[in-house]
Antibody
Framework: EVHLLESGGGLVQPGGSLRLSCAASGFPFFAYAVSWVRQAPGKGLEWVSIISGSGDTTHYADSVKGRFTISRDNSKDTVYVQVNNLRAEDTAVYYC?????????????????WGQGTPVTVSS | SYELTQPPSVSVSPGQTARITCSGDALPKKNAYWYQQKSGQAPVVVIYDDTERPSGIPERFSGSRSGTVATLTITWAQVEDEADYYCYSRDRVFGGGTKLTVL
């Protein structure tokens, strides 16, 4: 059974940092990309970042580029996102999601499994 | 990037057909995906590749795309289908979400 478990969220002051983790199990971790998607309180979903199975390729939303860094340790089946210089607008539940590319030539993909999320609150 | 536009809310009675639209200029060239998010839960994919239903998703969920509009249709909507629904494009853009009320 596929399982994703996020951790590392919490209350942090503006300008602070956190490292969020996503521990995976139940599938060949190295073979799949993993994404982070966040949801601000009462708001919709926002894609944040993605990392390829090998870790060689990463992409970021413009809203977090230069402040967030995604990485993975395939020996630990874990993806991380280092979030720096946090702002109030980064307050959200952060979900990690296994990302299934079913057509690599077109880039078509979807998020087939999600964790339950870890909350991040940026406030003084 | 571009936007995907959804109606904020849709309301139907149990047994009726619910249709949720998603419009975007890039949709004629991009497949649409639909996620269901029930209150307090993580999202779940209900439609991928415009029309495909993952295993475990009831047959009453279907999708279509024509021109700049993708549509999620829930035939014979049930009370348990009440949720927020989000469309998504492979350009990593979510729609703003639609709250479906079934009562």
């Amino acid at each position: 059974e596929v399982h994703l478990l996020e951790s590392g969220g919490g209350l942090v002051q503006p300008g602070g940092s956190l490292r969020l983790s996503c521990a995976a199990s139940g599938f060949p971790f190295f073979a799949y990309a993993v994404s982070w998607v966040r949801q601000a309180p009462g708001k919709g979903l926002e894609w944040v970042s993605i990392i390829s199975g090998s870790g060689d390729t990463t992409h970021y939303a413009d809203s977090v580029k230069g402040r967030f860094t995604i990485s993975r340790d395939n020996s630990k089946d874990t993806v991380y996102v280092q979030v720096n210089n946090l702002r109030a607008e980064d307050t959200a539940v952060y979900y990690c999601a296994k990302t299934f590319y079913y057509d690599s030539s077109s880039g078509d993909h979807y998020f087939d499994y999600w964790g339950q999320g870890t909350p991040v609150t940026v406030s003084s | 990037s571009y936007e995907l536009t959804q109606p904020p809310s849709v309301s139907v009675s149990p047994g009726q057909t619910a249709r949720i639209t998603c419009s975007g200029d890039a949709l004629p060239k991009k497949n649409a995906y639909w996620y269901q998010q029930k209150s307090g839960q993580a999202p779940v994919v209900v439609i991928y590749d415009d029309t495909e239903r993952p295993s475990g998703i009831p047959e009453r969920f279907s999708g279509s795309r024509s021109g700049t509009v993708a549509t999620l249709t829930i035939t014979w909507a049930q009370v348990e289908d009440e949720a927020d629904y989000y469309c998504y494009s492979r350009d990593r853009v979510f729609g703003g979400g639609t709250k479906l009320t079934v009562l």
